[in-house]
């Protein structure tokens, strides 16, 4: 697991990682524009949306929300409470990015949870050419599947009769197993479950991910690892 | 400007906000030391809490369906070691069977 000669992993592993998931991300991005018509967004909004906000369960709520005659206020307060994870998701990938200012707002915006999932190296390390890459492949495909669905309709039905929503939870829990070496990674891992759990049936959907990153504030109970005394001047 | 446009600038210059605060704030320093150590516990914890909601979330409620199963089939693939290929895809297999068996 922690081989000391580990190759670096490079744009094309991150392209390779994602690809399985990428299918399931047409699939979904199909039925964004199904239901974002039905909702009558029209054509070129949900198609501007992807390529603007490219968050899935956002740009979901918000359609709903248009599509049951709920008001605009409510329909940027649900999406922007599902997208308020990436508040601390970048900030978990932020000291990786060594880029000009244009390419580190490159690499925040094709940070989603899988792009960040699939670059993440363990111990808070982040893999900025697999987060592009896997990033990259992933706005792709749900840009053209925004674009089929609202060109051709329902062609694929509803992706859960494909089993693709079970599709995502898999591929967390596959790339949040490497990461619990540790007791304490082990403990901010049961808490921010179970704090998400506990909140869902009583908050607005988004509100439980982003109250489970408080879990990481259990990381305070350890303190800094001790250097060396002696006042060297490091 | 219509609702739909509305909504569409509204939440995705939000989106594109929110995004860009860590990366452009902080981005290419290593964090104060102090810092670190919660930071490295932000991955797990939101992590697993994507595993969880993903799972077992309904519409402000938790849901037992063929989504369990699968991500249960999933845990064992990855126990036996298999590439996250092969773990995504038993995931939608054994949930697409489910459904397609129970209607």
Request: with cysteine; net charge neutral.
């Amino acid at each position: 697991m922690s081989e000391p000669a580990r190759e670096e992993r490079s744009h094309r592993d991150g392209v390779r990682a994602v690809a399985p998931l990428a299918i399931a991300v047409v699939g979904f991005g199909i039925s964004y524009g199904v239901l974002a018509r039905a909702a009558g967004m029209g054509v070129l909004a949900p198609i501007v949306m992807s390529m603007t906000t490219f968050a899935g369960s956002a740009q979901f709520a918000a359609a709903s929300i248009l599509d049951v005659g709920g008001t605009v206020a409510a329909a940027i307060t649900a999406a922007v409470l599902l997208n308020a994870r990436y508040g601390p998701i970048g900030v978990t990938v932020a000291p990786w990015l060594t880029g000009s200012a244009w390419s580190r707002f490159l690499h925040a915006q094709l940070t989603v949870d899988e792009s960040w999932a699939i670059a993440a190296e363990g111990d808070g390390r982040y893999n900025p050419r697999v987060l592009l890459g896997a990033g990259v492949t992933l706005y792709a495909a749900w840009v053209v599947g925004t674009v089929l669905g609202v060109a051709f309709g329902d062609v694929i039905g509803d992706p859960s009769t494909w089993g693709l929503d079970a599709a995502f939870p898999a591929l967390f829990l596959a790339l949040l197993v490497p990461q619990l070496r540790g007791r304490r990674a082990k403990e901010a891992a049961v808490l921010g479950a179970g704090i998400a759990l506990v909140l869902t049936p009583f908050t607005p959907a988004g509100v439980p991910i982003i109250a489970a990153a408080g879990a990481c504030l259990l990381g305070l109970l350890d303190r800094p690892t001790p250097r060396a005394d002696g006042g060297s001047a490091t | 400007m219509s609702d739909t446009w509305t909504v569409v600038v509204g939440v995705g210059v939000a989106t594109i906000g929110i995004k860009a605060l860590g990366p452009m704030l902080l981005g290419g320093r290593p964090l104060p030391e102090r810092v670190t150590g919660v930071v490295a516990l932000l991955s797990p914890a939101l992590l697993a809490a994507l595993v969880a909601v993903n799972t077992l979330g309904g519409d402000q409620e938790l849901v037992l369906d063929a989504r369990v199963p699968g991500v249960l089939a999933a845990a064992v693939a990855i126990r036996l070691k298999a590439p996250v290929l092969i773990v995504v895809v038993v995931a939608a297999v054994v949930t697409a069977g489910i459904r397609a068996v129970t209607g």
